[in-house]
C-alpha cells in the first residue's frame, strides 16, 4: 500500500476536464509541499506540478494543483489524446523521514 | 542541457550486489540534492533514497536501510547507488533524479535491476 491514496483510474472525453485526488496525513500532505508527475507510456516520469500549484516552464496551463490540509488535486482541462498517461503524487513524509508517492492514476481520454 | 545518465543495471542473483552510477550534465551537480527513486515494472514509484549536497545527511526507505549506500562525488558530477544483499523485490528500473522546488525535478531514463537466480 502507498502512504499517499489515488484513485486507481480516471476517464473523460477529449476536451473535458478530470481532476485526480491524492489523499494523505498530517505528516506528509499536511506539512509539506505536494507535486505531481506525469508519466507517458514507456517513459521515464516528468515533474508536472511542484510546491503545490506551480508549474515548471513548459507545462501548459491546462494543468493545475491544489491543496486543502491533508489532499492535493490534479487537475486538467481541455483533454488531450496525448494527455493519456500513469499521473503520480509525491511529497515528503515528515513523520518517516522518507519520500513518499501515490499509488498513481491511469489517466484514459476516450 | 540538463541532463542525467545512469549505468550499472544488470541481472543479478539474490544476495548479490551492484554498484548504479549516475552521471550529471548542464547544471551545478554540487548545489542540488539528489535522490534515487525505483518502479517495479508495470507498478508505481517508490522513493529509495535521498542525499544533499555535500553528504552530510542521507535518507532511505525501510526496505533498503543497511543494505544500500547512496553517495556522490562532486568533482565528478556523480551519483551512486552501492546496492548489497540484493533481493527479488529490489528487481526495478532505478531512476537518478535530481531534487528541486521541494520535489524531483529532473529524472534520468532509468537502468533495469533484475535480482533473479
Known amino acids: 500500500q502507498s502512504v499517499l491514496t489515488q484513485p486507481p483510474s480516471v476517464s473523460a472525453a477529449p476536451g473535458q476536464k478530470v481532476t485526480i485526488s491524492c489523499s494523505g496525513s498530517s505528516s506528509n500532505i499536511g506539512s509539506n509541499y505536494v507535486a505531481w508527475y506525469q508519466q507517458l507510456p514507456g517513459t521515464a516520469p516528468k515533474l508536472l506540478i511542484y510546491?503545490?500549484?506551480k508549474r515548471p516552464s513548459g507545462i501548459p496551463d491546462r494543468f493545475s494543483g491544489s491543496k486543502s490540509g491533508t489532499s492535493a488535486t490534479l487537475g486538467i482541462t481541455g483533454l488531450q489524446i496525448g494527455d493519456e498517461a500513469d499521473y503520480y503524487c509525491g511529497t515528503w513524509d515528515s513523520g518517516l523521514s522518507a519520500g513518499v508517492f501515490g499509488g498513481g492514476t491511469k489517466l484514459t481520454v476516450l | 542541457e540538463v541532463q542525467l545518465v545512469e549505468s550499472g543495471g544488470g541481472l543479478v542473483q539474490p544476495g548479490g550486489s551492484l554498484r548504479l552510477s549516475c552521471a550529471a550534465s548542464g547544471f551545478t551537480f554540487s548545489t542540488y540534492w539528489m535522490s534515487w527513486v525505483r518502479q517495479t515494472p508495470g507498478k508505481g514509484l517508490e522513493w529509495v533514497a535521498s542525499i544533499k549536497r555535500d553528504e552530510s545527511e542521507k535518507y532511505y526507505v525501510d526496505s533498503v536501510k543497511g543494505r544500500f549506500t547512496i553517495s556522490r562525488d562532486n568533482a565528478k558530477n556523480s551519483l551512486y547507488l552501492h546496492m548489497n544483499t540484493l533481493r527479488a523485490e529490489d528487481t526495478a528500473v532505478y531512476y537518478c533524479v535530481r531534487e528541486g522546488g521541494y520535489s524531483y525535478e529532473i529524472w534520468g531514463q532509468g537502468t533495469m535491476v533484475t535480482v533473479s537466480s
Open positions: 510546491e503545490n500549484n
